[in-house]
Nanobody, 114 residues
Framework: QVQVVESGGGLVQAGGSLRLSCAAS????????MGWFRQAPGKEREFVGR???????YYADFVKGRFTISRENAKTTVYLQMNSLKPEDTAVYYC????????WGQGTQVTVSS
């Protein structure tokens, strides 16, 4: 079993920045890709970006150039740096460990005011 815990959400004005953290623990998850997703009220959960074990990143078009995913601490912590935030970025952000199974965190709320 892998445990995933997000932190760092909050309220920010449009144009501001936030950094979310995702700590993974539990049995070995060597080789796992870590992904970020978000779900706005009344909408389906959507993909934001991911980082592979080797550090390769991939982003959804709507965050390219604004969001950056990084990985450190022996690859057990993943960050989502969000810059130039927009009101439409308001959502619950989820981190997930993507292996043979998917392990989700509980989510962290990000609210961007206009």
């Amino acid at each position: 079993q892998v445990q995933v815990v997000e932190s760092g959400g909050g309220l920010v004005q449009a144009g501001g920045s936030l950094r979310l953290s995702c700590a993974a623990s539990g049995r070995s998850f060597s080789g796992f890709t870590m992904g970020w997703f978000r779900q706005a009220p009344g909408k389906e959960r959507e993909f934001v970006g991911r980082i592979t074990w080797s550090g390769t990143t991939y982003y959804a078009d709507f965050v390219k150039g604004r969001f950056t995913i990084s990985r450190e601490n022996a690859k057990t912590t993943v960050y989502l740096q969000m810059n130039s935030l927009k009101p439409e970025d308001t959502a619950v952000y989820y981190c997930a460990a993507l292996g043979q199974a998917t392990y989700w965190g509980q989510g962290t709320q990000v609210t961007v005011s206009s």
